[in-house]
């Protein structure tokens, strides 16, 4: 008969597991044993089980099954936390091994004690002790149902000693593959929908991750309704390609003409997107759709909620929506986006070649043009998350991914480890912030460790740019957010992988191209304007206000010439007339 950990095991490979993220250790031994002895999975050494859960969480996300990671008892598994909320939130099918200490110690505070039973309860959709061996298989096979039945996390904690027992019977088999059926909307909401659409003049389509699979549906109901398409950042990768209708995108990350045309509709049509920032919605004449009953109005009232998956929605809603014939409002909003971008991305990204020092958007131009057509980036939570908006071009074959939901710092290198064990093949290129990669920077060993051809760009500031703004606008001196320079080429090369800092503009295009075609692993790091800034399109008075108030501050605190460097950095490449 097999051990517990075994027999944990076998239930994975059965689930169709190839690896495990995770740090080896104490009460997790048994199963790493276990999976030393298997045949079919392998255990991936990471330096921070963080990273573990965020590899995981990337891995999912790109294959679209159930990927695993493990943390010993106490601060092994704690440390999984921040990479279990992302792909929670993410909606990726992760299991995460939580070990715990022996089962006779619990509850008298021994050494390393946590009750990971109750810690990762908000962050799963499942979380529940083994205590006794009986209970396997079916509480893992009920684990592994609900991460990749419902999409997110299921949490099972095991002590170390159970682990390490019997099995209590053999483990038999089980389909743990779910099929997710199609959820079908209601006859009356649709009917409803097509009236609405029908009677508005002016229809804009506002598109989330829920349009991932309806892509051509869209397009057809744009084209029948001569609606702009604004889309979230989760949503740009699925809905900007191949998109004659596109206005850009809204939020404090936006840009182009997507806030105006969703402002100035009759009606506004939410697909497939849960937008946590309700005051950039209109608050008014809007419908939605989505398959989680649960997501409907909960950012904005609406006028109708039609419950259903987004593709099946719209192919139901097609054959009763009118064609409409009056473009005005369409053209004026594509007018209106194709001037945006001419005064804002066209401007920061063109004529930089011999300017110093470097702007991240021109890093990011370049980036897009170089990169592969199916290659994965993956994108740290701050101002890289501004430049990928902007400047990456999806074209349905290219995945961006980053923290967008739970807005981690240090996810976009632990992300590329993840989708490059998914597909070595594939181009994986790593957008970091130099505050990102600082924070989880022991996993270049793991990028050197496990042979990697991950390609990390390095937007380097030496500054905390997102933060800094977040204080300007707030009407603050920025405080706290620079720091003195690091050359990450230095200590990239020190573990052993190739490595380039890049100082002038005019260097920048050859350095990627040469990165890009390495079959190693590589780390550019591009010595970036720290004042290099980002304005959503429509900013409220009050944060004009606060931009103002910040500027007095720093003025009369002797910061005059600071200010002076801020404004002719995001000002000198403006067009003039």
């Known amino acids: 008969m097999s051990t517990v950990a075994e027999q944990f095991v076998e239930v994975l490979l059965q689930a169709g597991v190839q690896r495990i993220y995770g740090v080896v250790g104490d009460s997790l031994n048994p199963v790493v044993d276990a999976i030393r002895r298997a045949k079919g999975i392998e255990w991936i050494h990471v330096r921070n089980e963080e990273?573990?859960?965020?590899?995981?969480?990337?891995?999912?996300?790109?294959?679209?099954?159930?990927?695993?990671?493990?943390?010993?008892?106490?601060?092994?598994?704690?440390?999984?936390?921040?990479?279990?909320?992302?792909?929670?939130?993410s909606g990726a099918p992760v299991l995460a091994l939580a070990s715990h200490i022996e089962s006779e110690q619990i509850g008298t505070e021994f050494f390393q004690e946590t009750h990971p039973e109750r810690l990762f309860v908000e962050c799963s959709h499942f979380c529940e002790m083994i205590s006794t061996p009986a209970q396997l298989p079916r509480v893992l096979r009920g684990a592994v149902q609900q991460a990749v039945g419902y999409g997110g996390v299921s949490v099972v904690v095991l002590p170390g000693d159970v682990a390490q027992e019997e099995a209590a019977a053999p483990t038999g088999?089980?389909?743990?593959?779910?099929?997710?059926?199609?959820?079908?909307?209601?006859?009356?909401?649709?009917?409803?929908?097509?009236?609405a659409i029908n009677a508005a003049k002016k229809v804009m389509l506002?598109?989330?991750?829920?349009?991932?699979?309806?892509?051509?549906?869209?397009?057809?109901?744009?084209?029948?309704?001569?609606?702009?398409?604004?889309?979230?950042?989760?949503?740009?990768?699925?809905?900007?390609?191949?998109?004659?209708?596109?206005?850009?995108?809204?939020?404090?990350?936006?840009?182009?003409?997507?806030?105006?045309?969703m402002h100035e509709a009759d009606l506004v049509v939410l697909l497939g997107t849960d937008f946590p920032y309700d005051s950039f919605l209109p608050g008014r004449r809007t419908v939605?759709?989505?398959?989680?009953?649960?997501r409907l109005g909960r950012r904005t009232p609406l006028d109708l909620a039609v419950h259903g998956d987004v593709g099946q929605t719209l192919r139901t809603l097609l054959p009763q929506v009118e064609r409409k014939h009056d473009r005005s409002f369409l053209d004026r909003m594509l007018r209106e986006h194709a001037k945006a971008l001419e005064q804002v991305v066209g401007a920061y990204a063109g004529g930089l070649k011999d300017r110093s020092p470097i702007?991240?958007?021109?890093?990011?131009?370049?980036?897009?043009?170089?990169?592969?057509?199916?290659?994965?980036?993956?994108?740290?939570?701050?101002?890289?998350?501004?430049?990928?908006?902007?400047?990456?071009?999806?074209?349905?074959?290219?995945?961006?991914?980053?923290?967008?939901?739970?807005?981690?710092m240090a996810n976009a290198l632990p992300?590329?480890?993840?989708?490059?064990?998914?597909?070595?093949?594939?181009?994986?290129?790593?957008?970091s912030g130099d505050g990102g990669l600082g924070m989880l920077l022991g996993e270049l060993l793991?990028?050197?460790?496990?042979?990697?051809?991950?390609?990390?760009?390095?937007?380097?500031?030496?500054?905390?740019?997102?933060?800094?703004?977040?204080?300007?606008?707030?009407?603050?001196?920025?405080?706290?957010?620079?720091?003195?320079?690091?050359?990450?080429?230095?200590?990239?090369?020190?573990?052993?992988?190739?490595?380039?800092?890049?100082?002038r503009p005019s260097d920048v295009r050859d350095v990627l191209a040469t990165a890009l075609a390495l079959p190693e692993a590589c780390l550019v790091d591009v010595v970036t304007d720290p004042d290099a800034l980002s304005m959503p399109p429509n900013i409220s008075a009050a944060q004009v206000k606060g931009f103002a108030l910040a500027a007095g501050k720093i003025v009369l605190g002797g910061g005059v010439g600071r200010m002076l460097d801020l404004a002719r950095s995001n000002l000198r490449n403006i067009p003039r007339p």
Not at 176 to 186: A, D, M, S
Not at 231 to 260: F, P
Not at 288 to 294: F, L, P, T
């Open 51 to 89: 990273a573990g859960a965020f590899a995981a969480s990337a891995e999912a996300q790109v294959t679209g099954r159930l990927a695993v990671c493990a943390g010993s008892c106490g601060p092994g598994n704690t440390h999984l936390i921040q990479g279990l909320y992302d792909a929670h939130r």
């Open 173 to 195: 088999s089980s389909d743990l593959l779910v099929r997710r059926g199609t959820l079908h909307p209601p006859d009356a909401q649709v009917a409803e929908l097509a009236a």
């Open 206 to 261: 506002y598109c989330g991750a829920g349009t991932r699979d309806a892509h051509d549906e869209v397009m057809t109901l744009a084209g029948r309704a001569l609606s702009p398409v604004g889309h979230t950042l989760r949503g740009k990768e699925w809905i900007q390609w191949d998109n004659r209708y596109d206005v850009g995108m809204s939020g404090l990350l936006g840009y182009g003409a997507c806030h105006t045309a």
């Open 288 to 294: 939605q759709v989505d398959h989680d009953a649960g």
């Open 359 to 408: 702007h991240p958007e021109y890093v990011a131009d370049v980036l897009d043009e170089l990169a592969a057509d199916d290659a994965v980036f993956t994108v740290d939570t701050g101002m890289c998350n501004v430049w990928a908006a902007r400047y990456l071009t999806p074209n349905g074959r290219r995945r961006v991914m980053g923290s967008f939901l739970h807005g981690s």
């Open 415 to 431: 992300h590329a480890i993840g989708a490059q064990f998914a597909d070595r093949r594939r181009q994986v290129v790593s957008m």
């Open 446 to 503: 793991t990028v050197k460790l496990h042979d990697l051809p991950v390609k990390i760009v390095v937007f380097n500031n030496s500054s905390l740019g997102m933060v800094k703004l977040e204080m300007l606008v707030d009407g603050l001196p920025d405080f706290g957010t620079d720091h003195a320079p690091v050359d990450y080429a230095a200590i990239a090369r020190a573990v052993g992988l190739e490595a380039v800092r890049v100082e």
